[in-house]
């Protein structure tokens, strides 16, 4: 009923950028939270950035100043702009959402993931 379709992941030098997008899409009554988590291989999955209820922002401290998450309700997208990007920040990005679909009924929804690669 719900989809998350994420794109612009891919490979970039370090101190360079790149900007993700993720776009909801099917049954949305409204959006609680919709933000970015990612993996690296061998690490636990953690919150990059995200939106909750009433419009707070939340950063990894290990992106800030670095990252900026923005949206555009009227497409139910969501962006990840990564400025100064490190090696450290390689991994699979998620787009992650809590979607309510009637008054009544929510869940969590994850997008299939977009590989983001910093490397020289």
């Known amino acids: 009923q719900v989809q998350l379709v994420e794109s612009g992941g891919g490979l970039v030098q370090p101190g360079g950028s790149l900007t993700l997008s993720c776009a909801a899409s099917?049954?949305?009554?409204?959006?609680?939270?919709m933000g970015w988590y990612r993996q690296a291989p061998g690490k636990q999955r953690e919150l990059v950035a995200d939106?909750?209820?009433?419009?707070?922002?939340n950063y990894a401290d290990s992106v800030k100043g670095r990252f900026t998450i923005s949206r555009d309700n009227a497409k139910n997208t969501v962006y990840l702009q990564m400025n100064s990007l490190k090696p450290e920040d390689t991994a699979v990005y998620h787009c992650?959402?809590?979607?309510?679909?009637?008054?009544?009924?929510?869940?969590?929804?994850w997008g299939q993931g977009t590989q983001v690669t910093v490397s020289s």
């Open positions: 939106f909750t209820t009433g419009g707070r922002l």
């Open positions: 992650s959402a809590h979607i309510r679909t009637t008054y009544w009924s929510s869940s969590d929804y």
């Open positions: 099917g049954r949305i009554f409204s959006i609680n939270r």
